[in-house]
């Protein structure tokens, strides 16, 4: 059959194949470049290049990390972008506040609970900086919230931020629940707490809760931030982006 191929075609192809090729050797080159090097933009352009990404995907998760390296010196600019009217814009920017938590990023996530378009990442955001001053904005949350899906990203989000008195409720959520991004979060949360792998079996985790003497880890009990426990907690895993539900 390539017989039949005229030579100056085959050659046509075989050049645009190296062709891309060279072209995508130039485009990880400058990538590992920019990696190295830092980016010098400004803030606001850094943060304006949220734009063009799905929240919580896989381009997004390369990118974020990107936002949340510059720390609390880009907050400023997150927060002026947390008006934007495209909800998805303000759901990034949710995420890159969690990740960087502080008091300026917790103090406008908690406004931002509010936005009923995005609710749900705010929640998100919110576990990401393990903040117990987040803890009244939450029960709030939960006790106007019925349905179970709501109230199990809610649940999940109240542990994080340090309302041990939730636990009993958050394994009787993960016996129940059909959505695996709960089950998975809910998970790694009892985790990070217990310092132990539990991989979503039930009855270790049940196991576990009746060690705990009263009152041990009460609520309001700060935990580190997503930044500090990725380094210094081996259990403690930072939450995968586009696992929402």
């Known amino acids: 059959m390539g017989a039949l191929v005229p030579s ?12 891309k090729f060279i072209g ?16 010098s933009r400004p803030d606001a352009v850094v943060v304006e290049g949220l734009r063009e990404l799905y ?3 896989f381009k997004f998760g390369r ?8 720390g609390e010196e880009i907050v400023p600019e997150l ?28 103090k406008r996530l908690l406004e931002m609970a509010d936005d009923d378009e ?8 919110l576990s990401y900086t393990r903040s117990p001053k987040a803890i009244p904005k939450l029960e709030d949350e939960l ?60 009855a270790k985790i049940e196991a576990w809760l009746k060690t705990r003497k009263p009152g041990q880890n009460g609520a309001g009990q700060s935990f580190p931030s997503s930044a500090t426990q990725r380094e210094n907690n081996s259990f403690s895993k930072p939450p995968v982006e586009g696992d929402t539900k």
């Open 63 to 70: 990118y974020k990390d990107r936002v949340v390296s510059r």
């Open 55 to 57: 929240p919580g995907g």
């Open 143 to 202: 006790a106007s919230h019925s349905d179970s899906r709501s109230r199990g990203r809610l649940l999940i989000t109240l542990v994080e931020c340090g309302d041990m008195s939730r636990l009993d409720e958050l394994l009787e959520m993960m016996k129940t629940s059909k959505l695996d991004g709960h089950i998975y979060h809910a998970n790694q949360a009892f985790e990070r707490i217990a310092g132990r792998r539990f991989n979503k079996d039930i």
């Open 24 to 39: 995508y050797t130039i485009l990880i080159g400058l990538s590992l470049s920019l990696s190295a090097c830092g980016d």
């Open 79 to 106: 927060i002026a972008a947390s008006w934007d009217h495209d909800a998805q814009m303000r759901e990034s920017v949710a995420r890159c506040l969690g990740h960087i938590g502080g008091d300026k990023a917790v």
């Open 8 to 19: 100056s075609l085959r050659s046509g192809a075989h050049t645009v194949r190296v062709m």
């Open 118 to 125: 995005i609710e749900n990442t705010i929640w998100i955001a």
